[in-house]
T-cell receptor
Framework: RKEVEQDPGPFNVPEGATVAFNCTYS??????FFWYRQDCRKEPKLLMS???SGNEDGRFTAQLNRASQYISLLIRDSKLSDSATYLC???????????FGTGTRLAVRP | ETGVTQTPRHLVMGMTNKKSLKCEQH?????MYWYKQSAKKPLELMFV???????ENNSVPSRFSPECPNSSHLFLHLHTLQPEDSALYLC????????????FGPGTRLTVL
């Protein structure tokens, strides 16, 4: 089983759509969780952290279910500029390194 | 701009060449990392440095040799590479080791012929 597993997509959605990405992780001792965004031919950048109580940043909502070892990212009212690859990232039980998923590609069309 | 720079941005080398990748961070961070990103694979952590001391070598072949002369600079020395080593090599830094937010450089696109 992969340490961090994501649906690779691509997700092709029209502008204004709501889209959700899911991620599962295998290490139950994982301590912290993040979503990174990587644009085509660019470096990854932190999008948001994921907290146990769920958190929202504008059109983006992240949820964590520790019991199911599952993380989600919801994007509402998609914009063309949201087109990118979204990486699920987990800080492992030892706490000193990040483990990345392969990413889910999103393409928002006009 | 992330404050992490990498040179060169692109590199083509033969299997017998020796080359070095350079990374510099201007953020005052104490931890630095090398990652490899290949198509359709997750980012693979290669090396971790904390206060210029190597704390992790993720079973990386010896043809990759890191060097960290100080907390702001990180090198990856390459020799006798294989075509399967062709990938994007990303450097990152964070304020402290294990921090959730890492700041990445733009990467070096390496092609081994």
């Amino acid at each position: 089983r992969k340490e961090v597993e994501q649906d690779p997509g691509p997700f092709n959605v029209p502008e204004g759509a709501t889209v959700a990405f899911n991620c599962t992780y295998s290490n139950s001792a994982s301590q912290s969780f993040f979503w990174y965004r990587q644009d085509c031919r660019k470096e990854p950048k932190l999008l948001m952290s994921v907290y146990s109580s769920g958190n929202e940043d504008g059109r983006f909502t992240a949820q964590l279910n520790r019991a199911s070892q599952y993380i989600s990212l919801l994007i509402r009212d998609s914009k063309l500029s949201d087109s990118a690859t979204y990486l699920c990232v987990v800080n492992g039980g030892s706490g000193d390194k990040l483990t990345f998923g392969t990413g889910t590609r999103l393409a928002v069309r006009p | 701009e992330t404050g992490v720079t990498q040179t060169p941005r692109h590199l083509v080398m033969g299997m017998t060449n020796k080359k070095s990748l350079k990374c510099e961070q201007h953020l005052g961070h104490n931890a630095m990392y090398w990652y490899k990103q290949s198509a359709k694979k997750p980012l693979e952590l290669m090396f971790v440095y904390n206060f210029k001391e190597q704390t992790e070598n993720n079973s990386v072949p010896s043809r990759f040799s890191p060097e960290c002369p100080n907390s702001s600079h990180l090198f990856l020395h390459l020799h006798t590479l294989q075509p399967e080593d062709s990938a994007l090599y990303l450097c990152a830094s964070s304020p402290k080791i294990g921090a959730g937010e890492q700041f990445f450089g733009p990467g070096t696109r390496l092609t081994v012929l």
